[in-house]
């Protein structure tokens, strides 16, 4: 394959004081796919997730050895935080819109990087909703309180809220989990649309959803990547024992 | 049998538990009616608007007796609102300390050491009031010492174990995915506290102020000792001050007749003002959750 290489992961070790989260991880996440990282509960993906935009710092007692480069530079070692969290965005598993109203939501991430034009920021907030499929459906009630909105349109707001920091990759952990089967597949559609400008890694206990939406898979146990390859080869043609139980759901 | 006679055991502690609220209820509505009943004659022989707006306190005189609190309720207002100047961002800073930046094991401490705080009975402000405060207004800013200044000084710092610890309880409360959501975004911590966590903790932070604020309407002993106690109307920072409670409190123990009266609606003025208050704390936090 020639695609760029988006995310290079070597060695990436990562503990909760004496417990390792994840043992010698080595993965490539490819520019413009989208990427799932499927797993039983406790088995690191969401560790891993987090330690692309550095979320994990905010745990105490974490320690991350090896190396994660992204675009060649390693984000553990004099990188911006900041910085790379505006490139790196995140949609978390329950919907975490802010008390504000809606127009606010939006405009919250370009204000703190410091827009200040209305227009400029009218326009981001139009432009990120069309982007997360919510335009149509809040247009006309952009004050109203975030919060009034259904469970899916919430989520919908999250990923608003992401692309109104004009981000380079989109985490998602879970994203649907909590969602209806109809939000759901909004959710999807908009994955698959998405991966057009981004690139995504999306966490999913959802089989079906990783067979779906992704272009790779990667399957974790106990820390330690059992497989990974084309969503088609994990699913159709797995090599490892494990993997295919899991996907065939024989445990997990 | 049994699953009746539990039930008739349920009623029962329910009726406990209802006389139980009435009582306090009824406390309230007793102390109201007594307060009011006991300031009531006052009020035959002087008008309200005497009494409200004219600073002309001279209870005792044969000749020109005069029952006028405004320098009272004027001085209550000071005293609070220098209390609340100090206090309030003093109590914020601490508490988005306590509930955001510190250890835990750091949190404990001060928690417990503000926790003190507010146990030390208003008397030993008092006395530290008169032994340190008191002394160091008069070296800096010259007067007595007993003044406006001190009061609002003791006063503010027997509020701010109130401000702080509901404060902090707001601020902690809030869901952490808010705090994670604008991280994620690229805030910085700073920007997350101010712009995200603040205000979704602001009804909490305006209950702590106002909570804050009928402590220090409230407070005798401790103003009592530093205010000076002149029956004048306050000119400065530096001027003796004479608050509702001090009124109630200096001259309760010698007062009859009309005099005593005029302390019951003293009281009664205090009364109101506090019921004020919570209304408007109240009506400000409803309308707070309305907009964010």
Known sequence: MSEAVKFNIRDLTVSYGNFKALHNVNMDIIENKVTALIGPSGCGKSTFLKTLNRMNDLVP????????????????????????????????????????????????????????????????????????????????????DALSLSGGQQQRLCLARVMAVEPDVVLMDEPTSALDPVSTVQIEDLIRELKEHYTIVIVTHNMQQAARVSDFTVFFLNGEIVEMGSTEDIFYNPKDKRTEEYITGRFG | MLGREKKEHQSYIEIVLFICALLCVAAVVIITIFVLVSALPLFKEVRLSDFLFSTHWLPTSRKDPGFGILSFIIGSLYVTFGALVIAVPLGIATAIFLAEM???????????????????????????????????????????????????????????????????????????????????????????????????????????????????????????????????????????????????????????????????????????????????????????????
């Open chain 1, 61 to 144: 007692n974490i320690g991350i050895e090896g190396r994660v480069l992204y675009d060649g530079k390693d984000i553990y070692s004099g990188y911006d935080v900041i910085t790379l969290r505006k490139q790196v965005g995140m949609v978390f598993q329950a919907s975490n819109v802010f008390p504000m109203s809606i127009y606010n939501n939006v405009a919250y991430g370009p204000r703190i990087h410091g827009i200040k034009s209305k227009k400029r920021l009218d326009h981001i907030v139009e432009e990120s909703l069309k982007k997360a499929a919510l335009w149509d459906e809040v247009k006309d009630r952009l004050n109203k």
């Open chain 2, 102 to 292: 510190s250890t835990p094991k750091m949190a404990e401490v001060l928690g417990s050491a503000v926790q003190l705080l507010a146990g030390i009975p208003s008397v030993i402000y008092g006395f530290f009031g008169v032994m340190v405060i008191a002394p160091k207004v008069r070296q800096l800013f010259g007067g007595s010492g007993y003044s406006v200044m001190s009061a609002s000084i003791v006063l503010a710092i027997m509020i701010l174990p109130t401000i702080i610890s509901i404060s902090e309880v707001a601020i902690s409360a809030v869901p952490k995915g808010y705090k994670e959501a604008s991280l994620s975004l690229g805030a910085s911590k700073w920007q997350t506290i101010f712009k995200v966590i603040l205000p979704a903790a602001r009804p909490g932070i305006l209950a702590s102020i106002g909570l804050g604020i009928g402590r220090a309407v409230g407070e005798t002993t401790a103003v009592l000792m530093v205010g000076g106690n002149a029956p004048i109307m306050p000119k400065g920072l530096t001027s003796m001050v004479r608050t509702l409670t001090m009124n109630i409190a200096t001259d309760m123990g010698y007062a009859s007749g009309l005099h005593r009266t005029a302390l019951f609606a003293t009281g009664g003025v205090l009364f109101v003002f506090i019921m004020l208050l919570n209304i408007f704390v109240q009506v400000i936090q409803k309308k707070v959750k309305k907009d964010i």
